[in-house]
């Protein structure tokens, strides 16, 4: 396979808004580069980045798909990125190795949620970001409206580099402001074009726009901005140099337009990826230990970073990796700083969607695909063992939806841990975990959609059907008064008897401090030797309160007095007296149950903080206070767990996609009197069925 230098290498992301046409852009791309001979449509299953059978199915992207094309010498590595947010681990582990990335919008639909969501991942990274207008075939097609909308959302830095000729069923070609020259294609979606003058209803724009290209490169250096100043222009070689700086810079972000479908201005795209978006030896990786700043050289040492894991069931694990320096080979040893660990190179790939090309050797700038790998997973660096290098994993959202699972047949409890495991590992936004306290094996993802795919591919690659529950809350018991109560265990059988007598005194204590047990025995009414037994029966009793049978914490428990047998009492004894003094006095201690109370944050747009406020308020939240953040708010609220099952999903409903939260625990409250008793009633009834 040819092998491209770094600066003959370009990465890119297309992440945006779902239905934006990322997958039939990616198609548009291959096919003008060469790789494909016809282009795949979605609704047909038949693209190259859609191959996954679930994406198949469902005909949405789930999973990012690598490919890559030649154009004009360059390699062009494409990320198509899912567009619904469930998937965003995918989106955010791709724009962590590239250079750049590409927002396509809907040219009837311009900017969405989606697109203001990718926004802000993009800035976070300070990454390179090109828009395109796609869908400009489309009936209701307006490009001055998408570019109103993107300068509104994300400043006057955006400029178009393209403008349309017609729009909806009339288009039929761009205006490349770059090179000053107007394209017509044919309709026979071969992307073949001709060279045109600008038509007149597009010259005048075309002037107001360029100029304002002309201007922003010519302000990147005093040399372009001396020969601007007297000629009024620059050549396109001028122009693009001015450009790319402000573009790396993330001065400028450039708008093409194209329709993919009609496979409509993709060349003059290519051209724009390779012209503005930095190669790899431009834009060094900052690292969190070893060198600060990865440079892509084709000689240094290897540092390698690892994105994502495919698995299949022939080959097993796949993991996706970045070339950022030097070079690997396979059959070669490999050092894992994240691990600790050397490992041995399986068999290299290049990847083009659900296809490979098995290859011995990978260089920097590239991307490709490594199998056989025993210890390293998504987010770890591999690098050269005597240049150790450790770059940062990318920070993924933490789940905002969760529910209970189980088996539908008995004996399904292996598989299901087994592929529950496997699924993890493949999707590290997914999470297990088996709740002891609750009983229950609970799952977590980021939303409904997510956790079907997750359902179905447990179904299908492991054999194994699941039925989704209600998570149970953690609820516990406390007691909120003092209290006393003797416990004395007394069995004769004919033999040695059982004997031990013990006083309890139970103390409420603040929340959060579980429990204190205190030995205040004067005089050896109840012998040393026995009193850890005492307090062995009250923690055993604790498990299960008087009032629903849930935990008991935060009370202190004092022996004071008691009596033995000098024959009879034993450890066991002792154990059972504490444990029915325990339950005597908490029983006369006014109990109460505790709910679970989350600290929640809810960021949504200005439009919606009274709806989001008030439903918060409808699910006896308090709020405490609120944060602006850019076009958005952070409504800070504490809540009980017990009413956020299935926020995430009711609170996208309520924000039209906009809202999003993320909770953690805070603290054990008093459950109110008429809740608690449904919550009896409901622990009663469901004892009552399984009898």
């Not at 990012?64 to 360059?74: D, I, M, S, V, W």
């Not at 926004?119 to 489309?138: A, G």
């Not at 993890?424 to 997914?430: G, Y």
Request: aromatic share 6%; net charge negative; with cysteine.
């Amino acid at each position: 396979m040819k092998e491209y230098s770094p600066d003959k290498i370009r990465n890119i992301a297309l992440a945006a808004h779902q239905d934006t046409g990322k997958t039939a852009l990616s198609e548009a791309i291959l096919y003008t580069t060469g790789v494909i001979n016809r282009i795949g449509r979605v609704e047909d299953g038949n693209t190259v980045m859609d191959a996954n059978p679930d994406e198949v199915e469902r005909q949405i992207s789930i999973q990012t798909g690598l490919a890559f094309g030649e154009f004009q010498g360059n390699k062009i590595n494409i990320l198509d990125t899912p567009g619904y947010e469930d998937f965003v681990g995918e989106v955010l582990c791709a724009l962590d190795v590239v250079e750049g990335c590409l927002i396509p919008i809907r040219a009837d639909g311009g900017v969405e949620v989606g697109t203001e969501k990718i926004w802000t991942y993009v800035r976070d990274r300070n990454l390179p970001t090109l828009f395109c207008i796609n869908k400009m075939d489309k009936e209701h097609a307006d490009f001055n409206n998408c570019i109103a909308q993107l300068r509104e959302h994300f400043g006057n830095k955006v400029l178009p580099v393209q403008l349309p000729i017609g729009e909806g069923e009339s288009f039929k070609g761009v205006v490349d402001l770059l090179q000053g020259k107007g394209f017509e294609y044919s309709t026979d979606g071969r992307g073949t074009s001709n060279e045109v003058d600008i038509p007149d209803d597009v010259k005048d724009k075309a002037s107001e726009w360029r100029h304002e290209l002309l201007e922003t490169a010519a302000e990147t250096s005093e040399e372009l901005m001396e020969k601007y100043l007297e000629s009024e222009s620059l050549t396109k070689e001028e122009l693009v140099q001015g450009l790319s700086a402000e573009v790396s810079n993330g001065e400028m972000y450039p708008v093409f337009c194209v329709s993919a479908v009609k496979n409509i201005g993709i060349p003059q795209l290519l051209q724009g990826i390779i012209d503005l978006v930095p190669p790899p030896d431009k834009r060094p990786r900052k690292a969190v230990d070893g060198e600060m700043e990865i440079k892509g050289e084709s000689d240094g040492p290897a540092a390698v970073s690892v994105f994502k894991n495919v698995s299949e069931s022939h080959v097993g694990d796949m993991l996706y990796i970045r070339m950022y320096r030097g070079s690997v080979d396979s059959g070669k040893d490999i050092y894992n700083p994240n691990r600790e660990t050397t490992e041995r190179l399986g068999q290299l790939f290049l990847i083009q969607g659900k296809n490979r090309t098995e290859v011995n050797h990978l260089a920097a700038g590239d991307m490709g695909a490594v199998v056989k790998l025993k210890n390293t997973k998504v987010g770890d660096t591999l690098c050269a063992k005597n240049a150790p290098v450790r770059f940062a994993p990318t920070v993924l959202p933490r789940p905002s939806i969760f529910t209970a699972i189980s088996g539908l047949a008995k004996g399904d409890e292996e598989k299901i841990s087994m592929g529950l495991s496997r699924l993890k590992e493949e999707d590290p936004t997914f999470e297990v975990k088996v709740d002891n306290e609750v009983r229950q094996t609970l799952i977590s993802g980021q939303g409904e959609l997510h956790l079907e795919v997750i359902i179905g591919r447990l179904k299908k690659r492991f054999g194994v059907e699941v039925q989704l529950k209600r998570p149970k809350v953690p609820y516990k018991e406390t007691i909120t008064a003092v209290a006393e109560a003797q416990g004395k265990y007394k069995k004769q059988t004919g033999g040695r008897g059982q004997y031990g007598d013990v006083w309890l005194k139970l103390e409420p204590l603040p929340r959060g401090s579980d429990f204190e047990f205190v030995n205040a025995i004067v005089g050896g009414v109840v012998p040393g030797k026995f009193i850890p037994a005492v307090e062995k029966g009250i923690v055993a009793a604790m498990s299960e309160g008087v009032i629903a049978k849930f935990p008991v914490v935060d009370l202190k428990a004092t022996l004071y007095d008691g009596s033995y047998h000098s024959v009879d009492s034993s450890e066991q004894a002792f154990k059972t007296a504490g444990s029915m003094a325990f339950k005597k006095a908490t029983q006369q201690a006014k109990p109460v149950l505790l709910e679970p109370i989350m600290n929640v944050e809810v960021k949504v747009p200005e439009d919606f903080m009274g709806d989001v406020m008030g439903d918060l308020s409808g699910r006896r939240g308090k709020i405490q206070g609120m944060d602006p953040e850019g076009r958005f708010n952070v409504v800070k609220a504490q809540v009980p767990l017990s009413e956020l099952y299935r926020y995430s999903t009711h609170l996208r409903s309520l924000t039209q996609g906009r809202g999003t939260h993320k909770r953690e625990f805070s603290h054990y409250e008093e459950v109110p009197h008429d809740i608690a008793q449904k919550i009896i009633e409901e622990v009663k009834k469901e004892k009552e069925e399984k009898q």
